[in-house]
């Protein structure tokens, strides 16, 4: 039976294909969110990429992709309430953002209410990163407009909970939910909508693309990766992130030392502890993706590895999964 790509989600986002390809430090650069647009779905701008990583001025690079495509493109808001100059940044990033006529918005961690006020008052939608039910009910209380479920197999932070519990748990709801982790080609696509998904989130599979600026060493360890390669580490973050097992990796152990630990616990210190992390891995993370050496191998990566086996024109996978979907 085939399926509709009229879902909520594109109604909402505008778009033609429920496909998002998500924020992505370090790996989302301009040319790759616009490629995704252009092909129907729709690429998320990540401020911090754009700008630090990628050497954009935000504003320059948010119209470096509107002179590349005219179709919708949307833009992550991390809002986690660490430091005002942090706030008073992203705020203005926001609204930035609003003026450049981004009217899709997918916020982290954090109360999403300014955000979601900021982007309703000129028919915006924002949708919300969640791992389970108790964010997901702080997201709807913040006025949010859709739910991105982040399952197990993610890339980047992943939840606890596999795709189809978070089905479960957050069915009733009453608004859109898609499914971000562990979809790296057409089929899993097809059976994120089958489950009752308006749409997928994807990450890992995006970086193996001819658009994305990731070092080809970096895309080669996806397309040699199995599922089993893929391991949560908190030493780079602080918090758990999926990475590629190399040998920087094996070095550097899985969990957190016991003084971060500690600060990581306590209230005073965690935000000091999360800063230092924050600040650590945004270097290393940086250095590492567009090495081509591969002396510096910490590469981010969900296990949709296990489906990822060439690099691809990121509008091809897009238009793929489009007809994978109505012909099925
Ligand atoms: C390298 C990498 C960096 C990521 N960075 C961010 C980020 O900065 N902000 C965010 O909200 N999600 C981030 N994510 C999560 C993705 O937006 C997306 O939800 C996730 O990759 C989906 O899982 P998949 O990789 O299995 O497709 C990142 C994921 C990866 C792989």
Redesign the pocket.
Known sequence: MSLSLDTPLTRHARIDVPL?????????NPELVAAVSAAGGIG?V?P??LTFVHGHDYREGLRLIRRLTDRPIGM?A?IEASSRTYRERMERWVDGALEEGVRFF?T?LGNPRWVADRAHAVGGVVYH?VTERKWALKGLEGGVDGL?A??S??????GPKSAETLMDELGDLGVPLVC?????NARGFVEALRLGYAG????????ATEECR?SSAYKKAILRASEDDIVLSERLTGVPV?LIRTPSIERLGLRAGPMARWMLRHRRTKHLMRTIYALRSAWQ?KRA?FDESDSSDY??????VRDIHEVLPAGQIVRAFAAAATTN
Do not use: E, K
């Open positions: 998002i390809c998500g924020a992505m430090y370090p790996c989302s998320i990540q911090i990429s992550n991390l997918i982290s990163d991105i982040v399952n197999r993610a890339g980047g932070h992943a971000a982790g562990g979809i790296g997928a989130q994807l990450g890992t599979r995006f970086i990731a999926a993370l993706s590469w981010q990566a969900g296990c949709s």
